[in-house]
């Protein structure tokens, strides 16, 4: 008798990641037809939610609402690492950020978690192509967050994200 272990490696096209209730669930589900459970409060995504965006009538994106990543993900705090194997199965990274200051978040140290977290988990994933989506620009404080964000982006602590592709996306 042999046992096989068969493991799905790519499960979309571009992933998001970000820290819980970064607003992930909702941004999907205005760009596709995919309804994830989005709620305010954290982790209500435990396994991801695939949409399909379709561009141009015909080209078709896959798209992967992720689990929230929290500081410490990348040495299995939480559910850390499962969380980031599914990061691992996206061609590609768009790093949603909550900019608004409704969250009472600092959005710069919340980019900054994702992107040690993931790098502390396999650094070649920022090799990948990546986006910064600056999310719930239509709330109060977003403008202040944003810029913040885009400062940042533009210093050389920003590493791996300092030429990285910057959208800005409100409620759909």
Not at 21 to 46: D, E, M, Q, V
Not at 69 to 82: E, H, K, N, P, V
Not at 141 to 162: D, H, I, K, N
Request: charged share 25%.
């Amino acid at each position: 008798l042999v046992h096989l272990w068969l493991e799905m490696k790519t499960i979309a096209d571009v992933g998001f990641l970000g820290m819980p209730n970064a607003g992930k669930s909702s941004l999907l589900r205005c760009i596709s037809r995919a309804k994830p459970k989005a709620a305010p409060y954290a982790f209500t995504t435990l396994a991801p939610s695939i949409g399909v965006m379709e561009r141009n009538g015909y080209e078709r994106i896959r798209v992967a609402d992720l689990p929230g990543i929290i500081q410490g993900a990348s040495s299995d705090r939480g559910l850390g690492l499962a969380f980031l194997r599914h990061a691992e199965r996206s061609r590609a990274l768009a790093i949603v950020v909550d900019v608004s200051s409704v969250s009472k978040r600092d959005p710069v140290r919340d980019l900054q978690v994702v992107v040690e977290e993931v790098q502390l988990f396999r650094q070649h994933m920022l090799q990948r192509a990546k986006i910064v989506v600056l999310n719930k620009m239509d709330l109060p404080g977003a403008a202040e967050g944003a810029s913040a964000v885009e400062r940042y982006l533009r210093t050389p602590e920003a590493g791996a994200l300092r030429h990285a592709a910057v959208f800005a996306s409100e409620r759909g």
